[in-house]
């Protein structure tokens, strides 16, 4: 391939601000209890607001430089008496955004604007009038809150409840969620980790932290992903051995935020004026590619950071960032008490979670950890799969994490679709795939899962619509879908390696590949080597002890089946290797061993028994391509796979192997092996 194709890889790609989130106002007309960014309604600080001209321009200039989604907040947006008039600007120089609101200021008319696809975020803090405007401390405000959502329903506006969970309505909390399912299809759960005040106000600080919940409680609303990535995720911009606290975030950062005042920074917590740029004394290109930018070398951890979050071995199970420790103590190097509490929750969590939500297995010398909501037991899997089982994680870890509800795709910008033939639907945004399991009726809307994919697929979150069938066990993938080839064959393709429909063995010690399609003889080869006395099993036999194959009395030199269906070949180490798969034809034996490749033989069912060395590399490469298991193609996988039959064309021996069901080819594969 490398004679038809010229990559370029590119290091650095240019920052785009993609993302941009606007807080139309501060003021809000209520004045919950756990809000830590308020002001009055009535507060003079509305006439420094920016006005709907200003917002105007910062729309078309973030536009001109990429900003395809925004996030409309406050405060209450929908208290400035212009809100119409920005919603509807807003929303239509951009392809998708999203709304949060208290709803108790929706009208018909805005409910009716509303029905422009997006997603629009209603919060809800209690189930009941007393709890509610106790939280909101708003008299009727329970009631405004249910009219908004009346409007919503009456102009067929999709929206989603977001949940908001605090001291003083946890006592409800089943009440809520039931209440949050009878007006939505669609509801969330807020942050449990409360954040103090942007004004630093003593009296409502104390509030705040009054309103925190339990750190027990704080995990059971947010659970943690059990992989460590997931985790770190969630870390400050710093790096090892720098304490710059924003070093990492800022440089690949595609976000921005800017405040009702004009002030433009890089995330909506940063509140610090110093870290802020003022739009109406400049323009929006130069706070996004210079003031922004500079920030990463202007906040330092220093010695309280170094001695606290920086040497902290809960730090990987920890939310806690910079901007949290400025709101906290009013330095970003500050450590967050209630963080820390609530990280210990969460290594004990994790501790005790993932000996029933998590498992391994490995294939092609990759593994694959498999993470799941619901608890994983001795019949999840079929024994098939247990023959690859293993105790931990490899060298070559790739996660799954499987969910049991399906998320709300209502309003989102997935992407630039790829492909779409039931049953799946393929589109990739920012570098992510998302799957969606599609109907092959074309007029049903509906979808059985989702899945999202990094850019190498080395993580994936699936989202199941129904429990029984992990529940009923038994499963036969590990991604639940009808076949794992749709990851592993994009796995090996980044390995130099490539999955072939193929019967393998290990014979004599040496990997032997039979290749070819359907009615080829894949599985008749396999049970001729089981027939000629070298394999101790049985097809009845599902999980395989190699070991005491190889060393059982008689046994010496015996046929180890593979697989009779698919095997995967890598480039490892400096040599070819032979790994069998769970994906079995007719032949139910399986092993999870692997082996030197010594030869590759293209299958014919024949009158006679032959090995034909083949040496046209054409050829080979022609018959290779044709036998591999395809996932989702794109051009890059083909690069790579192509690239990989070139190499083995070049260095693995390959035969055109002709045979009839009389055994007699066993012995002609012996004797290659002896003269190899």
Not at 111 to 117: G, N, P, Q, S, Y
Not at 597 to 603: E, G, W, Y
């Amino acid at each position: 391939m490398q004679e038809y194709t010229r990559i370029k890889k590119v290091k650095d790609l240019h920052r785009l601000p993609l993302e941009g989130n606007i807080d139309l106002t501060y003021r809000c007309n209520l004045n919950c209890r756990h809000c830590w960014l308020w002001v009055p309604e009535n507060s003079p600080e509305r006439e420094n607001e920016l006005t709907l001209e200003e917002i105007k321009t910062i729309v078309d200039e973030a536009r001109k430089m990429g900003c395809r989604h925004w996030y409309i907040s406050g405060g209450e947006p929908m208290l400035r008496p212009d809100f119409a008039e920005i919603f509807d600007y807003t929303t239509r120089q951009s392809g998708s955004y999203t709304l949060n609101t208290n709803g108790t200021l929706i009208t018909p008319e805005i409910a009716r604007l509303m029905r422009r696809r997006g997603t629009k975020m209603v919060s809800l803090c209690g189930a009941t009038a007393e709890t509610y405007d106790h939280v909101t401390r708003r008299p009727g405000g329970f009631d405004k809150a249910m009219q908004g959502f009346r409007y919503l329903k009456e102009a067929g506006t999709g929206f989603m409840v977001q949940l908001i969970p605090m001291r003083d309505n946890w006592h409800e909390w089943e009440k809520m969620m039931k209440l949050a399912e009878s007006l939505s299809r669609h509801w969330r759960v807020g942050t449990p980790r409360l954040h103090l005040s942007s004004c630093h106000d003593p009296e409502r600080n104390a509030e705040i932290t009054r309103q925190r919940l339990d750190p027990r409680d704080v995990v059971a609303l947010d659970k943690p992903g059990l992989c460590d990535e997931e985790a770190a995720a969630h870390e400050c911009g710093h790096r090892e051995g720098d304490d710059r606290l924003f070093a990492r975030c800022i440089p690949h950062r595609q976000m921005f935020n800017v405040d009702p005042y004009g002030g433009m920074t890089f995330c909506a917590y940063i509140k610090d004026p110093a870290l802020r740029y003022d739009l109406r004394g400049g323009t929006f290109r130069e706070a996004w590619e210079s003031f922004i930018p500079s920030l990463a070398d202007r906040v330092r951890g220093g010695p309280e950071y170094d001695r606290n979050c920086a040497a902290c071995d809960k730090r990987k199970d920890c939310r806690w960032c910079p901007v949290y420790g400025w709101l906290e103590h009013g330095r970003f190097s500050a450590p967050v008490k209630h963080l820390c509490d609530v990280a210990v929750e969460v290594q004990r969590f994790k501790g005790e979670s993932q000996a029933h939500h998590r498992c391994y297995f490995r294939i092609g010398g990759i593994t694959i950890q498999v993470d799941s909501d619901l608890p994983i037991d001795d019949r999840t899997f079929h024994p098939t799969l247990t023959a690859f089982r293993v105790e931990g994680p490899g060298e070559d870890t790739v996660t799954i994490h499987h969910h049991f509800a399906l998320p709300d795709l209502t309003g989102k910008d997935l992407g630039r679709e790829l492909y779409r033939k039931p049953p799946w639907a393929i589109s990739r945004r920012n570098g992510s795939y998302m799957y969606l399991g599609i109907s092959p009726q074309t007029d049903d809307p509906s979808l059985h899962r989702v899945a999202t994919f990094n850019a190498d697929h080395s993580r994936a979150h699936i989202y199941n619509d129904r429990e029984d069938t992990w529940l009923k066990g038994d499963l036969h993938s590990l991604t639940l879908f009808p076949s794992d080839q749709i990851l592993i064959a994009r796995l090996l393709a980044d390995r130099r390696g490539c999955c072939l429909h193929s019967a393998g063995a290990i014979l004599g010690g040496a990997g032997m590949l039979f290749v070819g399609h359907s009615e080829t003889g894949k599985s008749t080869i396999a049970r001729l080597l089981i027939q000629d006395g070298h394999s101790a099993r049985s097809e009845e036999s599902f999980a395989v002890n190699a070991e005491s194959l190889r060393t059982a009395p008689g046994n010496r030199g015996a046929a180890e089946i593979l697989c009779d269906d698919r095997n995967i070949v890598r480039c490892l180490d400096g040599g070819w290797r032979v790994y069998g798969t769970w994906s079995h034809g007719d032949v139910q034996v399986v092993s999870a061993n692997d082996a030197p490749l010594r030869a590759v033989c293209f299958i014919e069912q024949a009158s006679a028994n032959t090995l034909t060395p083949l040496t046209d590399s054409r050829e080979i490469i022609r018959r290779l391509l044709a036998c591999v298991i395809k996932p989702f193609v794109t051009a890059d996988w083909w690069h790579k796979t192509f690239d990989t039959a070139e190499q083995m064309a070049k260095e693995v021996p390959f035969y055109v192997m002709r045979f009839d069901q009389s055994g007699k080819i066993v012995g002609e594969l012996r004797r290659l092996i002896d003269t190899g």
